[in-house]
C-alpha cells in the first residue's frame, strides 16, 4: 500500500509500504476512506516531537471501513464504517476506567502516528478497537466524522471544558486554525456573552466570525485595551491557547482576569515563560492536557442530529494520493487559506 513516511526534520514521503495486519487479538485492520492533517503532524515534521521516529506512517484522524479484526473483537466487524479516534484506550487500566485515555498505561494514549504506524496511508491496524474506533450513523458524512477524531473533542474537552467556559462569560481564544475554530462553535453551547478570536491572519479572522466569534482581531497592541475596555478592565474570564508558541501562551495570561482560567489546548514544541510573579496573586486556575475523547459520543450524536453545525471546516480537498500537495497546502495555510483538508480514497 501507499502511505505517508516520517523520514526525520523536514523529510516525509508518499511511498510503497508492507499492508497492515491483525497482529493482536483487539486489533482491526481499516481501510481509510477519508483522512485529514493535523497541525500536530505539523509539528512533527518540524522535529518538535522527538518520540515520533524515522520510518513512521503519520496521521491519527481518519474515517474508514473495517476489513478484518482480531478475534477478541465484539464491537465492530468487517464492512463497518466508522470513525478512527486520535486516543487509542486500552479500556482497563486505571486512567481508562476514569476516562482518562490520553493517560492510558495499558499500550494506549495517543499513539497513532506518534507511537505506532498511523492512518495517513490506504489501510491501518487500529489495536483495541473496541474502545478507539466509534460506528458512524449513515447520515453523518466523512468529511463531518473526521473533525470528531480530534479537532472537535480537543476544542471542546481541553478548551472549552477545561476552561470552565459559563453562561455570560467574556471568552478570548488566541488562534483561529481549526482547533481554535472548533473551541469558538463549542463554546457557543454554552452561552457566553462575548466570543474574542486573536489570530495575525485576516482569512483566520474572518474564517473566526462564522465558526462563533464575535469579534476578531489581530495580536497587535491594541488586544489587551479591546479585551479591557469589553470586561470592565478586569479581562476575560477564559482564554484558549491554540496555537502552541510562546508567544500565543503569554498572551492569553495577559489578557485573562483575576481569578480567570487560562485553557492550554496547543502543542507546544519550545520552553515557555509562566509569570508567576505576576500570576501567583490573581487566582489564575491553569489547564492542560491531551484530548481524552470521552466525549466524542456525545459529539457525535450532536453532529448526526443537526444540534452541532461542523460545515465550512473543511477547505480544501484531496485524493489520497496528492497526499503531498495537501501536505504543501495546509503546511502554507497563511497563504493558501487552509483550516482543515479533506483526503478521500478513490
Known amino acids: 500500500m501507499k502511505a505517508l513516511v516520517f523520514h526525520g526534520p523536514g523529510r516525509r514521503s508518499w511511498e510503497d509500504v508492507p499492508d ?11 481501510k481509510v476512506d477519508a483522512v485529514t492533517i493535523c497541525g500536530t503532524d505539523l509539528h512533527i515534521l518540524k522535529g518538535d516531537v522527538p518520540a515520533v521516529r524515522p520510518g ?24 463497518d464504517r466508522v470513525l478512527i479516534s486520535c486516543i487509542t484506550s486500552c479500556g482497563r487500566c486505571r486512567f481508562c476506567r476514569e476516562a482518562r485515555y490520553s493517560l492510558c498505561t495499558g499500550g494506549g494514549s495517543w499513539i497513532l502516528g506518534h507511537l505506532v504506524d498511523g492512518v495517513q496511508a490506504e489501510y491501518v491496524r487500529v489495536p483495541f478497537a473496541d474502545t478507539s474506533t466509534y ?10 466524522a473526521l473533525l470528531l477524531a480530534d479537532i472537535l473533542p480537543t476544542s471542546y474537552e481541553i478548551g472549552v471544558l477545561n476552561g470552565g467556559v459559563s453562561p455570560g462569560d467574556v471568552v478570548v481564544v488566541v488562534g483561529a486554525g481549526p482547533v481554535g475554530l472548533a ?7 454554552f452561552g457566553p456573552r462575548q466570543v474574542i478570536a486573536v489570530d495575525p491572519a485576516a482569512q483566520r479572522r474572518e474564517a473566526a466570525l462564522r465558526h462563533g466569534a464575535d ?28 496555537v502552541g508558541i510562546p508567544e500565543t501562551f503569554e498572551q492569553c495570561a495577559d489578557l485573562v482576569r483575576p481569578g480567570g482560567r487560562i485553557a492550554n489546548a496547543g502543542v507546544h514544541g519550545a520552553p515557555v515563560t509562566l509569570h508567576l510573579e505576576d ?8 489547564t492542560t492536557g491531551l484530548v481524552d475523547t470521552s466525549t466524542t459520543p456525545t459529539l457525535l450524536k450532536m453532529v448526526a442530529s443537526g444540534g452541532l453545525d461542523v460545515s465550512g471546516f473543511v ?8 497526499m503531498d500537495e495537501a501536505y504543501d497546502v495546509f503546511g502554507r495555510a ?12 478513490g
Open 215 to 242: 469579534l476578531a482581531v489581530p495580536p497587535d497592541g491594541e488586544v489587551r485595551a479591546r479585551v479591557l475596555e469589553l470586561t470592565d478592565g478586569l479581562g476575560a474570564d477564559v482564554t484558549i491557547e491554540a
Open 315 to 322: 477547505t480544501h480537498r484531496f485524493g489520497l494520493q496528492e
Open 279 to 286: 500570576l501567583w496573586i490573581k487566582g489564575i486556575t491553569l
Open 56 to 79: 513512521r506512517i503519520l496521521g491519527h484522524e481518519a474515517v474508514g471501513t473495517v476489513r478484518s479484526v482480531g478475534e477478541s473483537v465484539t464491537n465492530v466487524a468487517p464492512g
Open 183 to 189: 473551541a469558538m462553535t463549542t463554546a457557543r453551547l
Open 135 to 144: 460506528k458512524l450513523p449513515d447520515g453523518v458524512p466523512d468529511e463531518d
Open 20 to 30: 497492515p495486519v491483525v497482529q493482536d487479538p483487539t486489533d482491526a485492520v481499516v
Open 334 to 345: 497563511g497563504e493558501t487559506g487552509a483550516l482543515k483538508v479533506a483526503l478521500a480514497a
